[in-house]
């Protein structure tokens, strides 16, 4: 991994809070905190601790974040959960698309852990790709394609752009299938802390099943939301203060 400048807004943030309440806020891929920094602003202003990382390889440039893969990711937003326990009681865990993905594989690490109050998704991913699109993939890299199309600032409100690469990197991609939602994708019975899914049913990244799917196999207490008016990156669509609203309720619920 190299050492680069990070674009302008997509910078990481920290917050020290009034209470004993810290909220971990994971980007996904190949975006950067610039995509949830209005709901990390928002538990800051709720007196809440905040920990939003930017994740290896993200914020800087393509060519960054194909020195990384899935360990890289999973370790930064379990460093940045690390940093945030030792100042708090309670920890909720919101992400956004791989970030929902890290925020259940952080839940998964940590079920013995009583801080961890709750999860919240935003149109996770929760499973692999199938096995013939993997083939492909792998097909592409092996005749020399390293990168496809960007799937950034899939936002439905035309006045709001995601800060996202332009291209994705297909030996990324495929770390984040194999080595991030293979391993878990039969897992999530064994969590049991409440989560709260937001699921928009036009998403034109990750299929609004992976949020059913879930929602279906979750081991605890499951509410979930639908985002009639938002797609992909909900977080800075016409839904925003809906997730805002609705998370600041979860996590006054689940931590008091």
């Not at 060519?63 to 100042?87: I, K, N, P, V």
């Not at 890299?141 to 800060?163: F, H, K, L, Q, Y």
């Amino acid at each position: 991994m190299t050492d680069l400048e990070v674009m302008p807004g997509c910078e990481p943030f920290s917050h020290v809070g009034e209470r004993s309440v810290g909220v971990l806020v994971v980007h996904g891929f190949t975006g950067n905190p610039s995509s949830m920094t209005y709901q990390a602003r928002a538990f800051a202003d709720a007196g809440y601790h905040v920990e939003q990382p930017r994740l290896p390889g993200h914020g800087t440039t393509l060519a960054d974040m194909q020195t990384t893969d899935w360990a890289d990711w999973s370790a930064g937003a379990a460093a940045a959960y690390d940093t945030l326990a030792e100042r708090v009681d309670a920890i909720v865990v919101i992400g956004l698309s791989m970030g929902g993905t890290l925020t259940l594989w952080t839940g998964l690490q940590r079920l013995s852990d009583e801080r961890l109050a709750g999860l919240i998704c935003v149109n996770a991913a929760t499973a692999p790709q199938p096995d013939d699109v993997m083939e492909m993939l792998r097909e592409m890299i092996d005749e020399g394609t390293d990168v496809m199309p960007g799937i950034g600032s899939d936002i439905a409100d035309p006045d709001v752009a995601e800060i996202a690469y332009e291209g994705t990197p297909l030996a990324q991609l495929v770390s984040l299938n194999e080595d991030g939602l293979r391993p878990i994708a039969d897992r999530y019975g064994e969590l049991t802390v409440p989560i709260l899914i937001f699921v928009s049913p036009n998403d034109h990244v990750v299929p609004p099943e992976s949020s059913q799917h879930l929602a279906d196999t979750y081991g605890g207490e499951v509410e979930m939301v639908t985002l009639e008016r938002s797609f992909h990156v909900a977080t800075q669509d016409y839904d925003r203060d809906l997730i805002n609203e609705r998370s600041l309720a979860f996590i006054e619920r689940v931590t008091s």
